[in-house]
């Protein structure tokens, strides 16, 4: 049985935005950038430019979509296994248990069987407005050349056993969700850091119906995240405890609070992109 008691790995902090900003999805999201810049200034932090950060400069797109049964049992289970096509051959595939309870989420099954790719694992916390926590176990395997397409609940489980402990019928079909695939673009935004700590990554991300990713999004997502400095150490043994520098778990706080009193930029009523296409936080 999994462990119970696991390393959070890094944190990620999220704002559903108002979608109806972002029809010039370039020039707004330099505005948004310039707000938050502001609030990092005032909270004492240091923007850090993408540039120093890695070389991934502009908009990144993808396709992303979710894999469950018709009744939805994954999500019924707080299972979510996503599909996404980075590249025209390439695909990355991911199982996540999510959920209010750390130690819940951190037994949940979601180890890999399947062949090809490099699994990793993460135990991560999601931070929801106005400071609501989830925690995640997930498994992710990048870089597969053939699309990940169980048929049934027995295929999936081939890939993932845990799906297969559900007591959901084998024969059960696996479709993906509602139909739903999205024209995902990402835009990084650099970064800030307080006193000296880790960098907290910034992104935007937007889902389209159309290929032309124009016009208004379906979803706007700002979402920052930072990693446990001795991360590796985690991984490799998770019976060590985490521990984050104050000033990083200050500051992040700080701006995260700050950016929820801008509520013109805000979507009041939003979720998670999991959530908006499957119907679970």
């Known amino acids: 049985m999994p462990s119970s008691n696991l390393p959070i790995t890094s944190r ?43 070389d991934d400069k502009g908009e990144k797109t993808r396709r992303t979509w979710y894999l469950d049964t018709p009744g939805k049992a994954f999500r019924e289970h707080g ?19 999510r959920g209010p309870d750390r130690y819940l989420s951190a037994s949940a099954d979601v180890a890999y069987a399947g062949a090809g790719g490099k699994p990793e694992s993460k135990f991560e ?55 739903f695939k999205a024209f995902e673009v990402v835009r990084k ?29 379906l979803i ?5 995240d930072y990693d446990a400095p001795d991360i590796d150490a985690l991984l490799a043994n998770p019976t060590l405890l985490e521990e984050f520098p104050l000033p990083t778990v200050r500051g992040a706080y700080a701006v995260f609070r700050a950016l929820q009193l801008h509520g013109a930029w805000l979507d009041a009523a939003g979720t998670t992109k999991s959530a908006f296409a499957t119907g679970g936080l």
């Open 125 to 179: 916390e999601d931070v929801l407005p106005p400071f609501v926590s989830q925690f995640s176990r997930s498994t992710s395997v990048k870089k597969l050349k053939d699309e990940p397409n169980p048929a049934t609940v027995a295929g999936a489980a081939v890939l993932f056993p845990g799906l297969g402990a559900l007591g959901i019928a084998d024969e059960t079909l696996v479709e993906v969700t509602d139909g």
């Open 189 to 217: 935004m650099g970064g800030f850091t307080f006193a000296g700590g880790p960098v907290i990554k910034m992104s935007l991300s937007f889902w389209y119906l159309a290929e032309a990713m124009k016009g208004y999004p």
């Open 79 to 97: 299972f979510i296994l996503r599909v996404r096509r980075e590249k025209e051959d390439e695909f990355a595939l991911n199982l996540k248990f």
């Open 220 to 224: 706007a997502e700002l979402s920052y």
């Open 12 to 54: 990620e902090y999220k704002l559903t935005l108002d979608t109806t900003r972002f029809h010039d999805r370039a020039g707004v999201s330099g505005e948004l950038l310039e707000l938050v810049r502001s609030v990092i200034d005032r909270a004492d932090g240091v923007y850090v430019e993408q540039s120093a950060i890695d």
